[in-house]
Every structure is written in structure tokens, then in C-alpha cells.
């Protein structure tokens, strides 16, 4: 499996990357977590944000599940928020990221080329304009790295399949759903099946119904969008052979065997019998987004209550909410319109997923705006 680091929006963050501080350096970490606690205390103070935590745990599983020296071998950068149209790049900003894209690769030469990959939201009429700018940008780079874009958008799809033929297409996570609420996996699988079935019925049976119905249960969480027909079929129909899942606990049946594209040949002549790659999105799984954004309604109540394409300031940059639910083994987290939940124990991945170089773990070491 290859390791990829997701940067979101943040382009300080890239210049922690290249300055060899934004992941952990095994013994040192405590001399790196109090490099943070100095210089991002709004970020990652305990008391207002579990993800100083979640990152250094989540570093420190990687090396446990894989190896110590993982993060010598980083395949690729995955840049750009999933959720938040109002977080799309400006083309300056792009620019940017390809700079510092490109010092992160000289300072840490790579052990293969490098993909570089721009993350997308879903997106409306009047952010489409700035995205569409800095797709032409990526369009037109003249660079040896592979250019890879996150698709979360049906518009964002079109875009690329006429517009800027010269980017590989990814489906990410929100156009590729999977059914990830918090309480299956806190509660997990009870049975309450329905009193005309059970009426009549000894106890004995009534336990065989209800272990029948968590046994389907179990199959039906464990599955995603990508393992219907129906879906395999619109992925070749763009030559997609790439989507995201989140990483989710107790669900390993989901990283067992990825999926078979369907007998339908691919649009450019691929094999009918490709595979379908997985990125595994790591340590925060996303619960949920939509348009109104909670996080916008702290300075402005309004924009927690309807949609509007008003432009957002971007409050996100100046409060981070967590929530601490004492049930829970877990941390949830809000940033803009989104909630995330940790996941970190990587001990339900099989081994023939992890072996297999053509999936990736992408890593998000903070979830930063």
C-alpha cells in the first residue's frame, strides 16, 4: 500500500511538510509535540481540539501496522478540502502548492515519482469559476509528476472528461458513498426485528431471526456504492478505476477484495476485468457535510440556518469544535460544514490489502483550513 499525505487547504502546513516537522520522528516525538503545542496552540491545544492526539497516535499506528520507517516512502500529496466549496483554490494558491510540491521532492527525493493530487468539493454556479481556473492551470503544467484530480462533484466530472482531458479522474468520497453512522459502530449490530415476525415464535427462534438479521446486517456495512453493477458501470463509463472509502473499524470486510469492474470494456480500451483501487482515507472518517455550515454560523448565525452563495470569510480559520461524548471510545471533530470521527486502530486491514501497491493509505495528519 502506498502512503500518500492529505495537506487540505492550509498552505503552512506544506512548509511544516518540507521543514520535516508535521510527522512524527519516533523518539523525538515529544520534542515535535512541543514544537506544535509553541506555534499552533489554537490548533491543537487538548483542551480545545482532539487532533493533536489523533495525529500522534495515528503516526505511531501506521509504523506499528506497516513499518518504523514508513514515512521515508511518501508516494504522493493529496491537496484540497472534499467538503467545502468555499475552500477551493485560487489558481495563485495552486501555484503555490505546486512550488512547494516541488521543493518537498528535492529535499526528500523520492523513491518513485511523485503524484501530486488536487482534492475537490461538490460545487455551485458561483465557485465554479475559480475551480475551472485552476483546473486549466493543472491542465497546462508541464511537470514529470502525475496530476491526479478528487472528484466529489457530477459538474466537476464533466469538466474533466471534456474540458481537461490531461487529468486523471479520482472519485472521492462523497460521490461514492458508504453508510458510516457513528452509532453502528458504537452499539454495534442489534436486531430488533419486527413483532409479526417474532409473535408465536419460541426464544430460540426469536435468537435465530435476530442472528440472521445481524449477519445481513454485517454485509450491508461492509459493503460500498462500488460493489453494485449498476455503479462499476458508470465508473467505466469514465475510466475510473480509483475511489475513496473512508477508513472505518469493524468493517474489514470492505478491504477484503476490491472490487471487479463489471464486463463492460473501459472507454480507452482497458481491461473489462480491471480492478477497482482503493484510497483509505486515515484517521478521520467523515460522518457527514452539507451546505449549511455551523462553523460559519458562530460569526454569523444565518449561514447555520439556509443555504446561501453568499462568499464565506472562511471563519473556519479562527475556531476549531470538537465534541467529547464520555459513551464513546472516539473522537468527533468539526471543521466547517463537516463532522469527522477518528479511526485508528488499522488492525482490520487484511494483508493482502495492505501488500497490494496500487491501493493508498492517505494520511491526514491535521484536518486544517
Not at 463537516?338 to 493509505?361: I, K, P, V
Request: aromatic share 16%; glycine share 2%.
Amino acid at each position: 500500500m502506498n502512503l500518500h499525505i492529505h495537506i487540505w487547504t492550509n498552505l503552512e502546513y506544506f512548509d511544516l511538510l518540507n521543514q520535516w516537522k508535521l510527522l512524527s520522528q519516533w523518539k523525538k516525538d515529544r520534542e515535535l509535540a512541543w514544537f506544535f503545542m509553541q506555534n499552533f496552540p489554537w490548533e491543537l491545544a487538548e483542551t480545545i481540539s482532539p487532533q493533536y492526539e489523533v495525529n500522534f497516535m495515528g503516526i505511531r499506528e501506521i509504523k506499528k501496522r506497516f513499518w518504523p520507517d514508513r514515512f521515508n516512502k511518501i508516494d504522493g500529496i493529496y491537496y484540497g478540502s472534499d467538503n467545502c466549496e468555499y475552500l477551493v483554490p485560487t489558481k495563485s494558491e495552486i501555484e503555490k502548492a505546486i512550488e512547494k510540491f516541488r521543493e518537498f521532492n528535492k529535499k526528500f527525493p523520492p523513491h518513485k515519482v511523485r503524484t501530486f493530487t488536487l482534492v475537490t468539493p461538490y460545487i455551485w454556479n458561483k465557485m465554479l469559476e475559480r475551480l475551472d481556473e485552476s483546473l486549466d492551470f493543472l491542465n497546462n503544467l508541464k511537470i514529470k509528476n502525475p496530476i491526479e484530480v478528487v472528484v466529489n462533484d457530477l459538474w466537476t466530472l464533466r469538466l474533466l472528461t471534456t474540458k481537461y482531458t490531461n487529468l486523471k479522474i479520482n472519485f472521492g468520497r462523497l460521490i461514492h458513498k458508504l453508510l458510516k453512522t457513528p452509532l453502528i459502530d458504537t452499539y454495534w449490530y442489534e436486531a430488533h426485528p419486527s413483532w409479526e415476525l417474532i409473535k408465536n415464535k419460541s426464544e430460540q427462534e426469536k435468537l435465530a431471526l435476530r442472528e440472521e438479521i445481524v449477519k445481513w446486517q454485517l454485509k450491508f456495512y461492509s459493503s460500498s456504492e462500488a460493489n453494485l453493477d449498476i455503479y462499476k458501470s458508470f465508473l467505466n463509463k469514465y475510466w475510473v478505476d480509483r475511489v475513496a472509502l473512508d477508513y472505518m473499524e469493524k468493517r474489514e470486510d470492505l478491504y477484503k477484495n476490491p472490487p471487479v469492474l463489471s464486463d463492460i470494456p473501459l472507454v480507452k480500451g482497458g481491461d473489462k476485468d480491471a480492478t477497482i483501487w482503493i484510497d483509505l482515507y486515515y484517521p478521520w472518517a467523515l460522518i457527514f457535510t452539507w451546505r449549511l455550515c455551523d462553523t460559519s454560523g458562530v460569526e454569523n448565525p444565518a449561514r447555520a440556518m439556509y443555504a446561501t452563495d453568499d462568499i464565506c470569510p472562511r471563519t473556519c480559520d479562527r475556531f476549531d469544535i470538537a465534541y467529547k461524548v464520555k459513551t464513546v471510545w472516539y473522537n468527533m471533530l468539526q471543521r466547517w460544514n463537516a463532522w469527522y470521527r477518528s479511526e485508528l486502530n488499522l488492525d482490520f486491514l487484511w494483508d493482502d490489502f495492505c501488500e497490494n501497491d496500487n491501493n493508498r493509505l492517505v494520511f491526514s495528519p491535521f484536518i486544517a483550513v
